[in-house]
């Protein structure tokens, strides 16, 4: 694998990271952006106004019920070990997958779909990545779609349209330019493709300035759902806080702009996140300051998942990715080896998949999410200070891979512990939480 160009320079593409590598050409980055000047200031002025509104109404806006049947989702490369991948999203069992289209390649296309015949029970969202040829010309860009539309419109649930736009080594340099973008995409569904789903915004990170400016605009456009790629891996555990603001937080503030915004329905998906691993350079998309070992991994891949869970406020929530060996569950680089946490993100998915939210308990920076499971109370307990906890006679308790735990006093830390009530007491407790 090695950088290669990505269809137009001075863009190319990282094989090692699966992202664009830095745009270094700094006078055409000084170029670009004072040709958007006017798109610049209007994210400003629209964030101004709509990110404090916002804030205000956050305490209004009332949780969904999510289906946990539809909420976990991997994504994949079809064209990374395909047979191999396929088992592997056998064996997990998401009901989703997440797959990448790049447009500087469309003639992988009959590939990609060939690929998707194969998982017929599994909903599949289609990110479609940009390049700067497309993002320029708009009628190459509509004509490519076209193609994908007319090949996947039956096969694919969601077509998400483009990919973070808030860094300009991915080729857009305004949030004007990415609405001109989706609007091709938005007029060819109402002219053509009425029964496809149209995703968008995909702002990545804590960057909720440029998402309010895709939400509030004078663009001829409607999201059937948005998109966000929120990371929170520079902050380090899931539950660290960024500017006061906690990811539960953040996924409130973030639900609320989608609330409040005329151009979409209420739904939101996160189709994107991930820590990177530790000693895997040049694979990682960070440099190694962010970088975490590998239990830390999916240790907070897990708690990153319950605590989105427990929002219910995304309909689904896609882990970046399986195959990839700085950052997914596989690493590949000799031969196929299952990272630990691709055990815990399985157990994950068998637990939850089908579970009913009752609640998410919080006290002092200690952790309880409860859960109803086939007539079954299920607690998932960690804590970010090292405690214990006693393990009681009605308590039937697994680690984060499944492995049965019989100690008679419980260590309750970071690797988060499944404790299944037995029915009689799970019976009781959840009537109790229901009154």
């Known amino acids: 694998m090695d950088i290669i160009p990505l269809m137009k320079a001075p863009f190319k593409w ?56 539809d909420f976990f989702c991997i994504g994949a490369d079809f064209e990374r070990e395909p047979q191999i991948t396929l088992e592997l999203l056998e064996e997990l069992d998401t009901p989703r997958v997440l797959l990448r289209l790049k447009l500087w390649e469309m003639e992988k296309l009959d590939t990609l779909e060939h690929f998707i015949d194969k998982l017929p029970k599994k909903k599949i ?139 979409v329905k209420q739904e939101l998906h996160i189709t994107e996140v991930n820590w990177p691993i530790s000693g895997t350079a040049p694979y990682a998309p960070t440099s190694e300051t962010e970088c975490v070992d590998e239990e830390s991994y999916g240790d907070y891949m897990l708690r990153y998942y319950l605590l989105v869970f427990a929002s219910q406020q995304v309909e689904s929530l896609s882990w970046h990715q399986l195959i990839a060996p700085g950052y997914g569950l596989i690493d590949n680089r000799n031969r196929i080896k299952k990272r630990t946490a691709f055990d815990t993100y399985k157990y994950m998915v068998q637990n939850l998949k089908h579970a009913q939210f009752l609640r998410l308990d919080i006290k002092r920076d200690y952790y309880i999410l409860q859960c109803w499971i086939d007539e079954q109370l299920l607690q998932i307990h960690w804590s970010l200070k090292e405690t214990t906890l006693k393990n009681e006679d009605f308590f039937d308790v697994f680690d984060k891979n499944g492995k049965k735990v019989t100690k008679e006093i419980l260590d309750i830390g970071s690797s988060p512990l499944y404790i299944f009530i037995t029915k009689e007491v799970g019976k009781k407790v959840n009537a109790s939480e229901r009154v």
């Open 14 to 69: 990282d094989d090692y990271s699966d992202q664009p590598a830095l745009l270094r050409d700094k006078a055409y980055k000084k170029k670009m952006r004072q040709s958007q000047k006017g798109s610049l200031f209007r994210t400003i002025l629209t964030s101004l106004f709509i990110l404090p509104l916002s804030l205000l109404a956050m305490p209004f806006v009332k949780r969904k019920e999510i289906q946990s049947e």
């Open 125 to 263: 969202t289609l990110k479609i990545l940009q390049d700067r040829e497309n993002i320029e010309d708009l009628e190459l860009l509509e004509k490519n779609l076209h193609i994908i539309f007319s090949k996947l419109q039956n096969k694919v649930h969601l077509f998400e349209i483009g990919s973070t736009i808030n860094r300009t080594k991915w080729g857009f340099f305004s949030v004007d330019e990415y609405m001109a973008f989706f609007q091709v995409a938005y007029k060819l569904k109402q002219n053509s493709f009425q029964n496809i789903k149209l995703m968008g915004s995909g702002v990545i990170d804590f960057e909720y300035h440029y998402t309010a400016h895709t939400l509030f605009n004078r663009a001829k456009i409607h999201y059937d759902a948005i998109s966000a790629l929120l990371y929170v891996d520079r902050r380090g555990a899931p539950e660290n806080t960024q500017l006061g603001f906690a990811l539960s937080d953040k996924l409130a503030w973030l639900s609320t702009l989608v609330w409040l915004s005329p151009k």
